[in-house]
């Protein structure tokens, strides 16, 4: 909801007013040292990573800097199995799965234990079930006003078509837009919802209903003809929900309207007096449908 | 008295009977002495063309027994009967003498006129230009809209808002941003009132324009602090916008075409001397204006973007003692594209009716309606056609019925009730999904009513001392139908968890607050150059704006005091001293205040705040406190006017959970604020303005790390201090020449062209700064500094008045 808010208010603003952002040099005061445990595993058939890093100064333009010789385990409670992650490179630690094998099961309890130096940091969390996609649309971007744009190639935008789960829970997702399997990571693609109703009320009426705009717009990401569009609807739990938008308010707070910066929650228990742990642990299933531009 | 034994029963009786009959015997002659006096009390007007005017000072010659009209140019003075001469006299009119003989009481209404144009004309006027030094207020401000119309102003477009961003004790937080700032107060600390109606917007084009048409306003007046017992509502001001009533003399037309829009405003008798009105338009025409020049595949070419609005008002004086009027705005700010519309606007309308009971008392009668809302829909481009629509309002009606009686020449009693219910809606929602299907979200009403009663009396102590003192008894009821929602208590800065709710129906009074808003002020006057004032004041206010951003949005909703939300208590204290130079030629001032919040609004991280039926869990209250020191010297007469200000002040709040529970600067602390506003005749054609305008940069919270998760860069700060740097200084230079054209000595016909440049020098001034990942570039992060104005804008306007 922020996020539409956001657009509709900047955008009017921008109409009007020809604003200005000039980038400029600030020296910031030396914050202490974090662990950023960043877990978001999933059902889908690829290797799972947990990455984890130290947080860097903020104007440090490098990878920041990945811990190794940690041990980071996942547990599936429900089954009491055990998923052990190896360390490759840069802060991550990776879990192969073997063919037909999945992580993340419907309804499952997982609880993750990450020690780094001795020092335990535990998280828990619980797998949700997903959305069904029904469709992916294309249409040609006939120059509205955030598709706009000078170049005289004709462009689609795609318009996903997606029914959120039928019955009295309230569901929560993130949906993830790829072009040509390339990830939109931009700040203003972090795209979460509850019910698929672009995360606009808190307390839906719109169960088992179609996903609404803005989150069908797919940020209004630009395709060209033979492209392929691929959507992936993340289903997640309410805190993670909270989390990511808490993150993306974060990520995209400038201009008239920011809001206070704050620091992101994090589920990681650290113990007391040991170096703080942050970032988040997630477990979802993920539903899939990709479409090609004709 | 001291009794002495040996006194019988009988003796003590006819003591006490000496005692009652030397009470009775004062009390007669306290009476005997009142009918050696004798009331003149009437109207004062504008000889030109019929306006009432305010805080026109009346006076008995050679001495210091006066008063001045109140806002609708009323008057009442008591005196000793005989034979006296009165002075009326207003800044920039002509002083008028009257003979009078005070037998009995007198109605005496008088037209003055306004001194010359012409600067070599000379003018002898004994004008008693020291009201600033001998009233009773302090922390006010007075602007009149003459004054007003000559600051440079941003775009040519004379602005009611930004002319009071240059006084001391009121900042904002940017250009853009709606509202002000008054002593540290928040911007829904602000009671702004046109015509007595309260207005919850008052911007147009976000915050850079107010919704006030300069053409319709006669009077503007802001009060700080020493707030007097009528008022109440809104903790840190009041700015009180009297609309002129419209010439009834003859049709008067004024009219102005600028950069952003034109204005137009007709005002005409009816009735001669007794009826007439007041209709003034405008409509901002840059969307009409860019168009033509655009390509047809351009965005702009399918958008909409504009505001526009209407003020009038009629009065009918129905004869001496009994006049009415009718006043009205409305307006709306629309904005929209192919996939999105959004617009908000105000409309409020006021009915009054003046009433003189007897030359004693006088009364006022205001019922008022106000309401904003607004909408923003948003829709896909597709045949499909999902849709999202949500709108919300806010609906007030209020009753108020104010008397002033003028006992005798030491008291002047004010007193009166008010009465106020407000109807919120949060949000309305229109969803429709590619299927078909429909739904709609609505949020329940929510009604708060607001009684309250005031008496105050301002009271001639001994000749250099006055007092006012009073108190407002304020009632407040979160009423039904509704629900209350009941929440659990929780970690700080954490949404409270849901416990049950309780639903009530129309008319049960769901939770009731009451406060006794104590109000008192002093003024000793040393000598006529000079006084010392001082005065403390509690306000409560139930109801505040829900808005965690920089600048306040229009989508942002109110909330009343809930079962959850105390209402918002003030106290402020301030001392001032006053003095005036070379024959009243400088004003001067020095305020000291401090203030103390209680209740204030604040939010959890990650509040949220639209469309959130138990958005209560989200908020939090906490304390506030701002204190300060304001110097103002004003330059009244000559050819060089103008003022100068400087504030040195400090705004803090202090929030369970927040900023490690230490206290925090506020958003909109400014350390410095110095305002600079200069204008000078330099011919009769030629009038040149400047303003200058330093502030010290708003607190802001940097990070002083950043984490990475899911390849997204998130700025941290590992100390956990809320608004612990600040954005570079803010300083700016406007300039402004007006030309008046010359004009045929037969006809009334004026014609002015003003030319602006807002900015001269071209500065980025720093409205925030934030952090961002550089675009395409997942790794690295910058700062970056965003400016709503980045360089200097120049105007021309047109203005034209028959």
């Known amino acids: 909801m922020k996020s539409i808010v956001k657009i509709v208010l900047l955008a009017s603003f921008a109409l009007v007013f020809a604003s200005c952002e000039d980038v400029v040099q600030i020296k910031l005061d030396e914050g202490?040292?974090?662990?950023?445990?960043?877990?978001?595993?999933?059902?889908?058939?690829?290797?799972?990573?947990?990455?984890?890093?130290?947080?860097?100064?903020?104007?440090?333009?490098?990878?920041?800097?990945?811990?190794?010789?940690?041990?980071?385990?996942?547990?599936?409670?429900t089954e009491n199995r055990q998923f052990v992650f190896n360390y490759t490179s840069n802060g991550n630690y990776v879990y192969t799965l073997a063919a037909n094998d999945t992580i993340a099961k419907i309804n499952h309890?997982?609880?993750?234990?990450?020690?780094?130096?001795?020092?335990?940091?535990?998280?828990?969390?619980?797998?949700?079930?997903?959305?069904?996609?029904?469709?992916?649309?294309?249409?040609?971007?006939d120059n509205n006003f955030f598709g706009g744009g000078s170049s005289s190639d004709t462009t689609y935008l795609c318009t996903l078509y997606a029914k959120d789960k039928a019955d009295a829970q309230t569901d929560y997702y993130w949906v993830k837009t790829f072009r040509n399997?390339?990830?939109?990571?931009?700040?203003?693609?972090?795209?979460?919802?509850?019910?698929?109703t672009g995360g606009a009320i808190t307390n839906p009426p719109s169960d088992s209903l179609d996903f609404t705009p803005p989150s069908t717009l797919l940020g209004f990401r630009k395709y060209k003809r033979h492209d392929r569009c691929k959507v992936e609807v993340h289903s997640i739990m309410f805190d993670t929900y909270n989390f990511l938008t808490q993150a993306q308010v974060q990520i995209n707070n400038g201009g008239l309207f920011a809001t206070t910066p704050e620091n992101v929650k994090t589920n990681l228990v650290t113990p007391s007096g040991k170096t703080k742990a942050v970032?988040?642990?997630?477990?979802?299933?993920?539903a899939t449908k990709s479409i090609q531009v004709r | 008295m001291i009794e002495t034994p040996g006194k019988t029963g009988k003796e003590h009786k006819s003591n006490y009977m000496k005692k009652i009959n030397l009470l009775i015997l004062l009390f007669v002659t306290n009476l005997l002495l009142a009918q050696e006096n004798a009331t003149v009390s009437g109207y004062i007007k504008d000889a030109k063309n019929g306006e009432s005017l305010i805080g026109v000072t009346v006076y008995k010659k050679h001495s210091q027994q006066g008063t001045s009209t109140n806002p609708y140019g009323f008057y009442s003075l008591t005196l000793s009967k005989g034979t006296d001469t009165l002075m009326f006299s207003f800044i920039g009119y002509k002083t008028i003498q009257k003979a009078v003989n005070l037998t009995t009481n007198q109605t005496i209404n008088?037209?003055?006129?306004?001194?010359?144009?012409?600067?070599?004309?000379?003018?002898i006027s004994s004008e008693k230009a020291d009201v600033n030094v001998k009233s009773m207020e302090m922390g006010t401000s007075k602007l009149d809209i003459k004054q007003i119309n000559k600051i440079p102003a941003l775009l040519g477009e004379v602005d009611i808002v930004r002319a009071i961003q240059l006084l001391p004790g009121v900042t904002t937080v940017g250009e853009g941003a709606s509202g002000f700032n008054v002593r540290g107060g928040n911007i829904d600390q602000n009671l702004i009132l046109l015509d007595e109606a309260p207005v919850y917007n008052s911007s147009h084009l976000f915050g850079f324009f107010s919704v006030f048409n300069p053409d319709a306003v006669k009077d503007v007046k802001l009060i700080k602090g020493g707030i007097p017992a009528q008022y109440g509502g809104r903790v840190s001001s009041i700015l009180d916008i009297r609309m002129k009533e419209g010439n009834s003399k003859q049709l008067s037309v004024n009219g102005g075409l600028g950069t952003i829009f034109s204005r137009l405003s007709i005002e005409a008798p009816i009735i001669k001397d007794k009826m007439s009105f007041i209709i003034a338009g405008r409509r901002s025409y840059i969307d009409a204006l860019v168009k033509p020049f655009v390509k047809s595949s351009s965005p702009i070419k399918k958008s909409k973007f504009y505001f526009y609005d209407l003020t009038a008002k009629l009065n009918y004086r129905i004869n001496d003692k009994n006049t009415v009027f009718l006043s009205s705005y409305f307006g709306k700010d629309v904005f929209g594209a192919t996939v999105f519309s959004f617009n908000w606007g105000n409309a409020t309308g006021t009915l009054r009716w003046n009433h003189v009971?007897?030359?004693?008392?006088?009364?006022?009668?205001?019922a008022f309606y106000s309401n904003y809302n607004y909408l923003l829909d948003f829709k896909t481009n597709t045949s499909s056609d999902q849709s999202f629509k949500w709108t919300s309002n806010i609906v007030n009606y209020s009753i108020k019925p104010d008397f002033t009686y003028y006992l005798n020449t030491k008291n002047t009693i004010r007193f009166g009730l008010q009465s106020m219910l407000y109807d919120f809606t949060p949000y309305d929602t229109d969803i429709k999904f590619s299927s078909g299907i429909t739904t709609n979200l609505k949020s329940e009403h929510r009604y708060g009513l607001e009684n309250a009663i005031y008496v105050s009396n301002e009271q001639k102590l001994l000749p250099r001392l006055t007092a006012e003192y009073g108190v407002r008894l304020s009632l407040y009821s979160f009423m039904g139908s509704g629900t209350a929602y009941y929440f659990r208590d929780t970690t700080s800065n954490t949404s409270l968890p849901y416990d049950h709710e309780k639903k009530y129906n129309q008319g049960d009074i769901i939770k009731t607050y009451v406060t006794p808003e104590p109000r008192f002020a002093l003024n000793y006057v040393i000598n006529s150059k000079s006084s010392v004032k001082a005065s403390y004041n509690r306000m409560a206010q139930y109801l505040q704006l829900i808005s965690n951003t920089a600048a306040s949005t229009p989508l942002d909703v109110y909330t009343l005091a809930t079962n959850n939300l105390k209402p918002l208590v003030a106290d402020q204290g301030s001392v001032g001293y006053f003095r005036n130079f070379k024959d009243n030629m400088f004003e001067t001032s020095v305020e000291v205040y401090y203030k103390y919040m209680q209740h204030q609004l604040d939010y959890i991280d990650n509040a949220n705040l639209f469309i959130n039926e138990k958005v209560e869990s989200d908020l939090i209250q906490g304390l506030g406190r701002a204190y300060g020191a304001e110097f103002y010297v004003k330059k009244t007469k000559g050819k060089l006017q103008g003022w100068i200000s400087y504030t040195l002040s400090k705004t803090e709040r202090l929030v369970r959970g927040i900023s490690n529970d230490k206290w925090f600067?506020?958003?909109?602390?400014?350390?410095?604020?110095?305002?600079?506003?200069?204008?000078?005749?330099?011919?009769?054609?030629?009038?040149?303005?400047?303003?200058?305008?330093?502030?010290?940069?708003?607190?802001?919270?940097?990070?002083?790390?950043?984490?990475?998760?899911?390849?997204?860069?998130?700025?941290?700060n590992t100390d956990g201090i809320r608004n612990n740097y600040r954005v570079t200084p803010y300083h700016r230079l406007d300039v402004g020449a007006t030309y008046a054209f010359k004009k045929n000595e037969k006809r009334r016909f004026k014609q002015f062209l003003v030319i602006s440049v807002y900015n001269v020098y071209n500065r980025r001034n720093a409205f925030s700064i934030y952090f961002r990942t550089k675009d395409g570039v997942p790794n690295q992060t910058e700062a970056v500094r965003y400016s709503v104005i980045g360089s200097f804008v120049p105007a021309l306007t047109y203005n034209f008045n028959f």
């Not at chain 1, 202490?32 to 440090?60: C, E, H, M, P, W």
């Not at chain 2, 008088?110 to 003018?123: N, P």
């Open chain 2, 665 to 716: 600067y506020s958003r909109y602390d400014r350390t410095h604020c110095l305002n600079l506003s200069l204008n000078y005749d330099i011919t009769k054609r030629w009038n040149v303005s400047a303003n200058f305008v330093f502030l010290s940069g708003t607190p802001a919270t940097f990070p002083n790390t950043k984490i990475q998760v899911q390849n997204y860069n998130i700025p941290y």
């Open chain 1, 109 to 141: 309890n997982y609880s993750l234990s990450v020690v780094i130096d001795g020092v335990p940091y535990t998280s828990s969390t619980t797998q949700k079930r997903s959305a069904s996609i029904d469709s992916i649309g294309v249409e040609l971007n």
């Open chain 2, 357 to 366: 009971f007897n030359s004693k008392l006088f009364m006022n009668v205001s």
């Open chain 2, 110 to 123: 008088i037209e003055l006129e306004e001194e010359g144009k012409d600067l070599d004309e000379v003018v």
């Open chain 1, 279 to 286: 970032g988040w642990f997630s477990v979802a299933s993920v």
């Open chain 1, 32 to 77: 202490s040292g974090l662990y950023v445990i960043d877990a978001f595993i999933n059902s889908s058939r690829t290797d799972q990573v947990v990455k984890i890093t130290n947080n860097s100064s903020y104007f440090s333009n490098s990878q920041p800097s990945g811990i190794s010789g940690a041990s980071v385990i996942l547990t599936d409670l």
């Open chain 1, 181 to 196: 399997d390339t990830l939109f990571s931009a700040p203003e693609d972090l795209n979460v919802n509850i019910d698929g």
